[in-house]
């Protein structure tokens, strides 16, 4: 027997008849119908008010497998028909769906419980390095429609640790795909996860902030439920975890490639007129390619560079780029470098996890945010003009701006929460944003700060020189 939600409140006489059988409050039955899942802990009220079993309740969902429960009451023999692979989270709490991609051998994926709400790119959301550690939750429900291909990469390597969807993937229908989602993959060994209820999964995470979660899809169908709980309960989170260092390259190398302007190829920016040397804390492709489209010959160094390593290539400016992790645990090596850098007065220029580790460069600290931001439609608000820019977004730490010095002036917030977006040295040439201005995916609002960096270096390059 399979009931929808609403079917089981209708069931009770409705919303304020099932609250006041069960007695749960009216906003825990609404949220019932809004999350199309009833918490384990209101099963016996359930059942001793409507005569249904509890093989009822664990088969009960507006979308069939998409189930929340426990994994203390859910046993091993109450998986749902047509469920294939589990997301468990660190509280118990259990998502039944179908798995895609590579199946888990082994321990399987843990990792923080994130979501992104995209409408488009999410090859270049899976690619990029900042998720690194996290499980990305997809709030629009059609991915995979569009395929992949080898140009839509962000970087070599898939970071996130797997992904949740609603609907199940389906075949690719779009001119550019070479390769399916699912295929895809399973090449890379990504796990994924469909059937899940997107929606409710989504108002846990905003409403109780991103969980520690366990995604499992074996080979042999079988599920250790209790022992996947424990797995994400004693996962550490991404606090005092430094992920750059594992998603940055491992050697100096060179760039060229411009950004596309479609159908045509991808150019090279053979007539630089800058020379920036970009730190890769997990560097997206697109933003090397908006530094060469800018006139700049770009090399790119690995996050652990000393000053020396950067300065050996006589930069006209510096980048520092985005990245996973707790800014503070990778600012234990980067900070000092920094410092040097800004001495020096080369102009730097940071995005996202570069803009944290300014900020701490110059004295200032990084918190946690509670659910982080992620997505293409972030509003963001630039202090010294009042215009808004719609950007894309990716992180879940956040520059404290009480915190910043003197020296350190606030250029942008967020509209969302009103948390730091931007900042600003007073007397030096440095500048960040927490946003990602290359986007990719996203949209292009904010292309206009590479132009920004490059009057930076411009200026420093026409200054006269000090007199001896």
Known sequence: MSLPIDDII???????????????????????RQTRAIPSRHWAAVTAATGLTMTDLLTSSAEGVSISGTAETM????????????????????????????????????GEVCFNTGLT???????????????????????????????????????????????????????????????????????GIAGIDTRALTIRIRDGGAPHGVLAFPVDGRF???????????WPGLEGMDLAKAVTCQQSYHWDETVWAWPGTPRRQDAPCHHVVAVDYGAKRNILRCLASAGCRVTVVPATATA????????????????????????????????????????????????????????????????????ANQPVQDLATGKVEITSQNHGFAVDAE?????????????????????????????????????????????????????????????????A
């Open 308 to 375: 020396e390593d950067i300065f050996r290539h006589c930069p006209d400016g510096i980048f520092l780029s985005n990245g996973p992790g707790d800014p503070a645990a990778t600012g234990a090596y980067a900070v000092p470098v920094l410092r040097a850098v800004l001495e020096s007065g080369v102009p730097l220029f940071g995005i996202c996890l570069g803009h944290q580790l300014l900020a701490l460069a110059l004295g200032g600290k990084t918190y946690k945010l509670a659910r982080g931001h992620r997505g």
């Open 10 to 32: 209708d069931r009770l006489g409705g919303t304020e008849a099932a609250s006041r059988l069960t007695g749960v409050g009216t906003e825990a039955v609404r949220k019932w």
């Open 75 to 110: 046993a091993a023999g109450s998986v749902p028909a047509d469920a294939t692979a589990v997301l468990v989270l660190a509280d118990g709490t259990v998502f039944w769906g179908r798995g895609f991609g590579a199946h888990t051998s082994g321990p399987p994926a843990v």
């Open 121 to 191: 790119g999410y090859q270049e959301t899976l690619t990029d390095p900042s998720y690194a550690g996290q499980i990305i939750t997809f709030t629009f429900p059609h991915i995979g429609n569009v395929g992949t291909n080898s140009q839509d990469l962000e970087a070599a390597n898939i970071a996130a640790r797997g992904l949740i969807v609603k609907q199940d993937v389906t075949d690719p229908a779009n001119w550019r795909s070479t390769q399916a989602l699912d295929a895809w993959l399973r090449s890379r060994g990504v796990t």
């Open 224 to 234: 250790d439920l209790p022992a996947l709980g424990a797995r994400a309960e004693a």
């Open 403 to 467: 915190s910043l010095p003197a020296n350190a002036k606030v250029t942008h917030v967020s509209l969302f929460d009103g948390s730091n977006e931007g900042i600003a040295c007073t007397d030096k040439p440095a500048f960040s944003v927490q946003y990602h201005p290359e986007a990719s995916p996203g949209p292009s609002d904010s292309h206009y700060l590479f132009g920004r960096f490059v009057a930076m270096m411009e200026r420093r390059q026409r200054a006269p020189a000090p007199v």
